[in-house]
Structures are given as C-alpha cells and as structure tokens.
C-alpha cells in the first residue's frame, strides 16, 4: 500500500526528468517536497533518487545512504585464552549414542 502511494506522490506532483541533473533523478519542487516528506524519504530509501528545487533550480539529492561493510576482524589474542577441549573421536561419540537409546 505505502509503496503504491509514494509512486502515486512521484507521478502526481509534477515531477520532471532531466534539466541539469541527473538522468533519471525525479525533481519535486520544496513545497511538494513538504508535503510528501515522508513518502519520499521512502522513495529514496528504496533506491530513487530525489531532487529538491527551488525557483526551478535543483538544490538538494535525496539518495540512499550506502553504509560501507567492516571486515571481518579476528582478535587473536581473546582467541588464544580461550580453553581448548580435545574433541571426542567418532567411536566415542557413537558409543554415547548407543548408551543414550538404551
């Protein structure tokens, strides 16, 4: 349903493609952009990306924010005082089994 509105918001409020910007960036000018805040947030948030103008000028992008990954980091010295236990081997290990079923 939200997404079905805030397309309706990026048809219905005289956007326009082109002009200065972008391809492909929708323009809204800032009162449509009041108005709609929200659905555009969304918008943006889902991958569009938005152009605020103002007097027919663009002055703000709305685009989604790309968080970068942090690498996988080991902390080998917590690691080394850790305490190890041998594994029991496969025999064991079924002969716990059969014991268990009983």
């Known amino acids: 349903m939200k997404r079905r ?19 492909g960036a929708a323009q809204v000018n800032v009162r ?3 108005d709609q805040l929200s659905n555009l947030l969304e918008l943006a948030s889902r ?4 152009v ?14 790309r968080t970068e990954r942090q690498p996988f980091r080991m902390d080998w010295e ?11 081997g496969l025999s064991e ?3 716990a089994g059969r014991d268990s079923r009983g």
């Open 32 to 34: 449509a952009a009041k």
């Open 47 to 50: 991958g569009s990306e938005i």
């Open 52 to 65: 605020i103008t103002s007097d027919g000028q663009p002055k703000v992008r709305l685009m989604p924010l």
């Open 5 to 23: 509105r805030a397309a309706r918001v990026l048809e219905s409020k005289s956007l326009r493609e082109g002009s200065g910007v972008e391809w």
């Open 93 to 95: 290990a079924v002969r």
């Open 78 to 88: 917590w690691l080394g005082t850790q305490p190890v236990s041998p594994a029991p």
